[in-house]
């Protein structure tokens, strides 16, 4: 059975610095998908970023990146130059030949000025 | 482009009421899926249409929820009758193709209450 694991509930960070949310995973399947998904507060889901578990580099899109490590089966979303509006839940979610996501519990940030 | 849209965006109902909820997705898209978070927890699937078919419904959790995609468009959801536990948020998921790669875009939610 496929398992997402999210172990920080909270993080805070200042605006500006660097923030890694940790996300680890489980599966035996060798082709899946790795997403990372954005809620704010007003409840919306925005797709932030999506690794492939074939892909030879880590994805990055603008101030998100990927850390991929497959052998230990990780994939921290790192937020480079925190803003205000980086505030809320993040979720990790994986998807293999079934479709459907499975999610972690998401961690909440909270950007301070 | 629209996005995938849900309506209503918020639903407060007595335990043993009906309540339907819609998702449209985005036009072209054959797949949809529908997903709820209990309050505190995780995002969990229930189920996932190719166009009209049910393609996995193992994520519904009993025979109170009933979904269907009358001609691969719209999707509603209906719960009867209404529980407590029944209270979170449904989301409403698209996706094109059978890529196991393919972005999936969410809808706003519905945020069911049932007291």
């Known amino acids: 059975a496929q398992k997402i694991t999210q172990t920080q509930p909270g993080m805070f960070v200042q605006e500006k610095e660097a923030v890694t949310l940790d996300c680890t995973y489980d599966?035996?399947?060798?082709?899946?998908?790795l997403f990372w998904y954005k809620q704010p507060s007003s409840g919306e889901m925005i797709f932030l970023i999506y690794?492939?578990?074939?892909?030879?580099q880590n994805a990055t899109e603008g101030r998100y990146s990927l850390n991929f490590q497959k052998a230990r089966k990780s994939a921290n979303l790192v937020i480079s130059a925190s803003q205000l509006g980086d505030s809320a839940m993040y979720f990790c979610?994986?998807?293999?030949?079934?479709?459907?996501?499975?999610f972690g519990t998401g961690t909440r940030l909270l950007v301070s000025p | 482009e629209a996005g995938v849209t849900q309506f209503p965006s918020h639903s407060v109902i007595e335990k043993g009421q009906t309540v339907t909820l819609r998702c449209d997705p985005i036009?072209?898209?054959?797949?949809l899926y529908w997903y709820r978070r209990v309050m505190g927890k995780e995002i969990k699937f229930l189920l996932h249409?190719?166009?009209?078919?049910?393609?996995?419904e193992s994520g519904m959790p009993n025979n109170r929820f009933l979904a269907e995609r009358t001609g691969g468009t719209y999707s509603t959801l209906k719960v009867q009758p209404a529980e407590l536990e029944d209270s979170g948020v449904y989301f409403c998921?698209?996706?094109?193709?059978?890529?196991?790669?393919?972005?999936?875009?969410f809808g706003p939610g519905t945020r069911l209450t049932v007291l």
């Open positions: 998921a698209s996706s094109q193709g059978r890529n196991v790669y393919n972005e999936q875009f």
């Open positions: 599966t035996s399947d060798p082709s899946y998908g």
């Open positions: 690794q492939g578990s074939y892909d030879q």
């Open positions: 979610a994986m998807h293999t030949g079934f479709q459907k996501l499975v």
């Open positions: 036009s072209g898209h054959d797949n």
């Open positions: 249409f190719v166009k009209e078919s049910k393609q996995d």
